[in-house]
């Protein structure tokens, strides 16, 4: 709840918050608010906050009514990171491109929340994430493509009941390519290639899922590379299957780039 009021303060007062000096909880001394928040993601990011460690060092004095107890708290620390990486894309979409500051600190340590050895649930924060600070960063995103990239390749060649995950690579993929410019056209073959198979599921394969939102999700992408660089897109290959993958399904916020880019 703390995390979600700083958000709102962030999204009503801009950039100025950052300029308050707030006081430690010993009342000792004044830090300014940036240094703290900082701190203070910094300590989620590496898991070192008291409800992330608490049930670590459990002394093992008999079983505890282990299931329920053990999934609340579970689900308590996702929706802590949740709101964590909700914070950090507000923050950089108040900052602007100067958020890369912060960011630098916090790129590795989110990073890891990518791993496929993370729960579903921390792989769909962090990509959130990225794809809210890349919007906000403009093209200094493309610093972070390198480590990134390989992530968004290895969620969307996965099949089966992970319609979220998929939704959310295309999703972190298609900002990526919008807001690099020309820089990533020499690789959007490849990124046809990783989109591919999400656009032309078998009936058996959609019906296991929720509703589609990861195909809508990667024609916008394939749209956004026609709009940036269409002559390095091979249409009469793409268009063809963008067409027997319509309608748009769930997302319908997609269609728009969708249409810009068939005009």
């Known amino acids: 709840e703390a995390i979600q009021a700083i958000g709102l303060d962030f999204k009503r007062l801009g950039v100025a918050v950052f300029d308050l000096l707030v006081r430690e909880m010993d009342y000792s001394f004044e830090v300014p608010c940036s240094t703290l928040l900082t701190q203070r993601i910094l300590t989620y990011l590496e898991e ?34 949740e709101n964590l990486g909700d914070l950090i894309g507000i923050l950089a979409k108040v900052s602007g491109p100067g958020f890369i500051l912060f960011f630098n600190q916090f790129h590795p340590k ?50 089966e009941g ?22 990533l056209v020499p690789r959007y073959l490849q990124f046809l290639q990783w989109l591919h198979p999400v656009c032309v599921r078998k009936e058996a394969e959609e019906e296991q899922d929720v509703g589609g939102a990861d195909v809508d ?8 590379m026609i709009l940036v660089a269409s002559d390095a897109v091979p249409l009469n290959q793409v268009l063809p299957v963008m067409f027997a993958a319509l ?7 997609e269609s728009i780039v969708v249409f810009k880019a068939f005009l």
Do not use: W
Not at 172 to 182: F, K, M
Not at 247 to 253: L, S, W, Y
């Open 48 to 81: 070192r906050g008291h409800c992330q460690t608490v049930n670590r060092f459990k002394d093992g004095e008999g079983e505890e009514e282990e299931g329920e107890e053990d999934a609340d708290e579970e689900n308590h620390i996702h929706l802590l990171m």
């Open 110 to 159: 989110l990073l890891k929340f990518t791993k496929p050895s993370r729960s579903q649930p921390d792989r769909d924060m962090a990509m959130c994430c990225y794809a809210e600070v890349f919007e906000a960063l403009g093209s200094a995103s493309l610093s972070y493509s390198d480590s990134v990239l390989p992530v968004l390749q290895s969620v969307l060649k996965q099949r």
């Open 162 to 183: 992970l319609e979220t995950a998929r939704r959310n690579a295309a999703s972190c993929l298609g900002v990526l390519i919008e807001v690099a410019g020309e820089a």
């Open 217 to 224: 999700n990667a024609l916008s992408t394939v749209a956004k």
């Open 247 to 253: 309608p748009i399904k769930e997302d319908f916020a």
